[in-house]
């Protein structure tokens, strides 16, 4: 049997919850499609991720319903950065200054259980344990082969899946994919020292170190290592691995001591030749996957979202089709302005700290910070992490965040 939806959304992590919640208020039927359990899509396990959000990022919560049901117990404020190269003291650092915090981190199973408790109650269809597989044009409409041989009929599909996106794959997009070869280890951990709600990263040669402020005198440890040293990470009992993150991070907050599970995924990134297709669009990691040290991936997917339900709310309004090739392409412009260059700068970045300590690569890493820490530069940079796209042009409250988007029902 063939059901019948407006919308189908392969994939039902944050940003997917987080476009269903943005159409909501359409009357489109809407379906998300996730391989996992119902249970784990409703009450996801910790995968150790904290997730920075911006101010924009924040307030596009708020306005979805999803912010107030974040427990304040889970909200860790980011007040300062700074970033040190190598085995120098010197460091780049920008603060918030006299407006508050830079960002927020909350657990990303936190933002899966919350934006999951928004889409149920607007009464979206979730449907687990199966994946969009493969998905046909059938006139006015596209079908959404499921894993099971299910067909699903639609007048759109989204990808918010993965950065290896099977759909973009099978819809024969190109992507620009560079696979790192490291793993990032994530682990939260207590210390002696206060971090002072600052968030550190050292570049050393052949890894990165990145301490995230938790509340609690904790802070997640992030550890970029090339795989067969994370294998090794990982195999550690937690005493020897307290010992070799303090190591590791040079004693710089006393003591660590693991208080959970260690995590770790592959450092790949990827940017999409195209995010539209016919009756079809990408959003999250299968349209930009960031770096996880940039700190924006999660942010740019929440951006990739909003803009598509609005072109999309736009065309309805007007009565045109909810897959318009006019709204997809407008999406498309809008999300490519927002992410290509700093999607290209941040991976210039990356791959030039990623480098061994060849006397050209020290040079030009030491170099960068420096003119990180001139005051235009560390202006800009401290935009961008409040708000990744600061040419919105939309403006800051009383309380320093950006004013939300419009509710969905108002749009």
């Known amino acids: 049997m063939t059901l019948d939806f407006e919308i189908v959304v392969a994939g039902a992590g944050p940003v997917g919850l987080a476009f269903a919640a943005s159409m909501a208020g359409t009357g489109l039927r809407i379906a998300l499609v996730d ?19 911006t101010d924009r990022s924040v307030g596009m919560l708020d306005a979805l319903g999803a912010w107030a049901l974040v427990p304040a117990s889970e909200v860790a404020p980011l007040r300062r950065m700074q970033v040190l190269n190598g085995p120098s ?38 449907i687990a344990e199966k994946a969009v597989t493969s998905t046909q044009l059938d006139g006015q409409s596209v079908l959404a082969r499921l894993s099971d041989g299910q067909a699903l009929r639609a007048g759109l599909v989204v990808a918010a899946d993965t950065r290896r996106s099977v759909l973009r794959q099978q819809h024969d997009i190109p992507a620009a994919m560079h696979d790192y070869r490291q793993k990032m280890l994530v682990c939260p951990v207590a210390h002696p020292m206060p971090h002072g709600e600052t968030a550190t990263a050292w570049f050393e040669y052949g890894r990165t170190l990145v301490t995230l402020p938790l509340n609690g005198g904790r802070s997640s440890a992030v550890l970029t290592v090339g795989e067969p040293e994370a294998a090794g990470l990982l195999d550690m009992d937690d005493a020897a691995f307290g010992e070799e993150l303090t190591r590791l991070y040079r004693g710089r907050l006393g003591p660590m001591r693991p208080v959970g599970q260690r995590h770790a995924v592959p450092v790949v990134t990827a940017y999409a030749q195209r995010f539209v297709g016919r009756r079809f669009a990408m959003i999250g990691d ?75 690569a020290r040079l030009l890493r030491d170099g960068a910070l420096r003119v990180g820490n001139l005051p235009p530069f560390r202006n800009v940079l401290a935009a961008r992490m409040r708000d990744p796209d600061r040419g919105a042009g939309r403006p800051v409250a009383r309380d320093g965040l950006r004013e939300p988007v419009a509710a969905p029902g108002s749009r």
């Open 286 to 360: 299968a349209a930009v996957g960031m770096h996880p040290t940039t700190a924006h991936g999660f942010n740019f997917g929440m951006l990739g979202q909003d803009a598509l339900a609005r072109m999309l709310r736009r065309a309805l309004s007007s009565g045109r089709d909810v897959a318009d090739p006019v709204a997809l392409q407008r999406y498309e412009a809008a999300h490519r302005g927002e992410t290509r260059l700093f999607f290209l700068a941040s991976e210039a970045i990356m791959r030039l700290y990623a480098a061994g300590e060849s006397l050209p």
């Open 35 to 53: 391989p996992q359990p119902a249970q784990a899509l409703a009450d996801p396990a910790d995968d150790g991720r904290e997730i920075a959000l």
């Open 89 to 126: 003291s010197y460091a780049m650092q920008f603060g918030a200054g006299p407006v508050g915090a830079i960002g927020r981190f909350v657990p990303n199973r936190e933002l899966r259980r919350t934006l999951h408790r928004v889409v149920s109650a607007q009464g979206a269809t979730i």
